[in-house]
């Protein structure tokens, strides 16, 4: 099992709708989360950062967790074709102080 | 967010040669700074965490005598691709964490681009 899982897409959704991202991590004493978006030929831009159960919002962003299930996800309202990217997971893990990221979900937002 | 600043962006060399690439934390001192790989379509892979004043540490698989990696300073992490062969051209992001606590956020430099002939 992989440590974090993405589905990879590519999640197609119109312009204006939810896009929602979903992510599973396999560490049980994982405490911190983060969503970051990689646009193409691009280095990965943290976009949110999430630590407890329940949801956090920012902007048009809302990350929610459930450490229980282990999950966390990432919804994006208004989803605008600059929104186009790939979206990666990222879970601290273990007692390093390292990240681990998911394979990434390709998210296109169509016109 | 932090500012987290690589050169050169891009590079191309011929087999054999080698490459190094800096990476600094341009308003925050980085005791800690990280390496990461990407392959098109491939998530980031760690290579090894920088620290400054010791020596780096990296991850099982990545050789310590190919990649060498200096940390001299709390603003400055350099890494190297000694004698680069094709297999190496990948994205190289390094990443540093602007507080002490290990959970805290990542920011990640521009990316260096490497493509060996």
């Known amino acids: 099992q992989k440590e974090v899982e993405q589905n990879s897409g590519p999640l197609s959704v119109p312009e204006g709708a939810i896009a929602s991202l979903n992510c599973t991590y396999s560490d049980r004493v994982s405490q911190s989360f983060f969503w970051y978006r990689q646009y193409s030929g691009k280095s990965p831009e943290l976009i949110m950062s999430?630590?407890?159960?329940g949801d956090k919002e920012d902007g048009r962003f809302t990350a929610q967790l459930n450490k229980a299930s282990q999950y966390v996800s990432l919804l994006i309202r208004d989803s605008q074709p600059s929104d186009s990217a790939t979206y990666l997971c990222?879970?601290?893990?273990?007692?390093?102080?390292?990240?681990?990221f998911g394979t990434g979900t390709r998210l296109q937002v169509t016109l | 967010g932090a500012v987290v600043s690589q050169h050169p962006s891009w590079v191309i060399c011929k087999s054999g040669t080698s490459v190094k690439i800096e990476c600094r934390s341009l308003d925050f001192q980085a005791t800690t700074m990280f390496w990461y790989r990407q392959f098109p379509k491939q998530s980031l892979m760690l290579m090894a965490t920088s620290n400054e004043g010791s020596k780096a540490t990296y991850e099982q698989g990545v050789e310590k005598d190919k990649f060498l990696i200096n940390h001299a300073s709390l603003t400055l992490s350099t890494l190297t691709v000694t004698s680069a062969h094709p297999e190496d051209s990948s994205f190289y992001i390094c990443?540093?964490?602007?507080?002490?606590?290990?959970?805290?956020?990542?920011?990640f430099g521009e990316g260096s681009r490497l493509t060996v002939l």
């Open positions: 990443s540093a964490r602007v507080t002490a606590a290990n959970t805290g956020e990542l920011f």
């Open positions: 999430i630590y407890s159960n």
């Open positions: 990222a879970v601290h893990t273990g007692t390093a102080s390292k990240l681990t």
